[in-house]
């Protein structure tokens, strides 16, 4: 048996712009920048970290900025089509007033009785607010541009996008625990045994052929793992099914194994501690390079060859 997940930790994906991204997701969108690192594996390339006001495991959204020229991402099977943040429902006029006052086009639908509001970040990833007075595992930042009573309450769900619905499925229901829930209009969903915040998994059909990882796209999408213990037993449930599971890997907020599973999603697993005071106090969270300690001793020549970035620019009297 394998453990159940109660739902999703973080997403990543990838930018272009650095200062484009930070002013879009903390200036617009109200998250907290939580951390400034670089990736790991590729230490020209930052890796920024929004999230609520403590950086809590399913409220975080992360990007890996490109510079490089050329580099664009295209959208297709076995891509994250929209990541959804839960908006309280007397919140959406706020939304829609916001987004539309900074030139953003927004789509509104309703979908399984709910209201939501589809846009694009800028470089075109798809994102989504949906009204949902869903349980919220969020802290508001009371600091923020965003008043604490409308501020994103954390994932509310991924929607993946694949060939075929059966393979993905299986994965999601047979080792994930994930449940069929509802299917409306060409849209399965799920929802993890556990229940509560971000426990949503949205599959969608595309015949649009394979998608290419680049700027523009999402890279891969995590689900909490409980322990550091649990990590074994999921390495294990993902090899009964037939993937190949990575090792774990220190990430240093949190420890990670990677899966891509049939329908071509990266799938990560990531524990919830230790978390983002790892390396800085909450108080002071995203305000400098953070490096693992293996880095360190490379720390100015990584300063020197990261691109031009300022750190986000909020308005906070921009209501
Ligand atoms: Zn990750």
């Known amino acids: 048996m394998s453990p159940n997940t109660p739902g999703l930790h973080h997403v990543t994906a990838i930018a272009g712009d650095p200062q484009d991204n930070a002013d879009f997701y903390v200036g617009t969108l109200g998250l907290r920048f939580v951390k400034k690192t670089v990736n790991h594996d590729d230490t020209g390339t930052y890796h920024f970290y929004f999230g609520d006001g403590e950086g809590s495991p399913g409220t975080n959204i992360t990007f890996f900025p490109w510079t490089d020229q050329g580099r664009e991402g295209q959208f297709g099977a076995g891509q994250t089509q929209t990541t959804a943040y839960a908006i309280p429902a007397e919140s959406v006029d706020y939304w829609r007033d916001r987004l539309e006052s900074e030139g953003i086009d927004i789509e509104e639908t309703e979908r399984f009785d709910e209201t939501v509001l589809r846009f694009a970040d800028p470089d075109g990833i798809g994102l989504e607010l949906v009204a949902a007075d869903a349980e919220t595992a969020a802290t508001p930042w009371e600091d923020g541009p965003v008043p604490t009573e409308h501020q994103l309450r954390g994932f509310y769900n991924v929607t993946l996008a694949v060939d075929e619905f059966g393979p993905t499925e299986t994965i999601l229901t047979d080792v994930l625990g994930y449940e069929l829930e509802a299917e409306a209009d060409g849209r399965r969903r799920y929802r993890s045994a556990t229940g509560g915040p971000g426990s949503i998994v949205d599959l969608v059909e595309t015949d649009a052929g394979r998608g290419r990882m680049g700027v523009g796209t999402v890279h891969h999408v995590a689900f909490v793992a409980e322990s550091v213990a649990e990590q074994e037993r999921w390495r294990e449930a993902y090899a009964d099914a037939g993937l190949s599971p990575s090792a774990v890997i220190d990430r240093k907020y949190f420890q990670s194994i990677y899966t891509r599973e049939p329908g071509g999603v990266l799938f990560e697993m990531a524990t919830t501690g230790p ?36 750190g986000p620019t909020v308005d906070a009297s921009g209501e």
């Not at 720390?299 to 020197?304: K, S």
């Open 275 to 310: 978390g983002f005071t790892e390396d800085e106090p909450l108080d002071e969270l995203g305000e400098r390079l953070t490096l693992p300690e293996r880095l360190e001793n490379e720390r100015e020549e990584i300063e020197a060859q990261l691109p031009d970035f300022d």
